[in-house]
């Protein structure tokens, strides 16, 4: 079992940045793949960015040369640097840690609102 525990969503000017923070339990954490996805009000949720066991990443389009998604597997941590910050990030932010269709965890969100 895995508990992901997100942190640092908050209010940010556009151009603004945010660094959210993921905090993971469990064992073998550093064999998931880890992620971050969001939810906008009225959307499906999407993936943002991931970062597998090898540290290989993988970003959505929209978020390219603007965020960034590192891991820290001695503090069980992942991490989402998110800089130039717009409305249309404005979302849920949700960690995920996957290793298979039985092995899929989320934590419970963490609000980004990108608004002047």
């Known amino acids: 079992q895995v508990q992901l525990v997100e942190s640092g969503g908050g209010l940010v000017q556009p151009g603004g940045s945010l660094r959210l923070s993921c905090a993971a339990s469990?064992?073998?954490?550093?064999?998931?793949?880890m992620g971050w996805y969001r939810q906008a009000p009225g959307k499906q949720r999407e993936l943002v960015a991931q970062?597998?066991?090898?540290?290989?990443?993988n970003y959505a389009d929209s978020v390219k040369g603007r965020f960034t998604i590192s891991r820290d597997n001695a503090k069980n941590s992942v991490y989402l640097q998110m800089n130039n910050l717009q409305p249309e990030d404005t979302a849920v932010y949700y960690c995920n840690a996957f290793r298979g269709i039985r092995d899929d965890y989320w934590g419970q969100g963490t609000q980004v609102t990108v608004s002047s």
């Open positions: 970062v597998t066991s090898t540290r290989n990443t």
């Open positions: 469990g064992n073998f954490l550093y064999s998931y793949r």
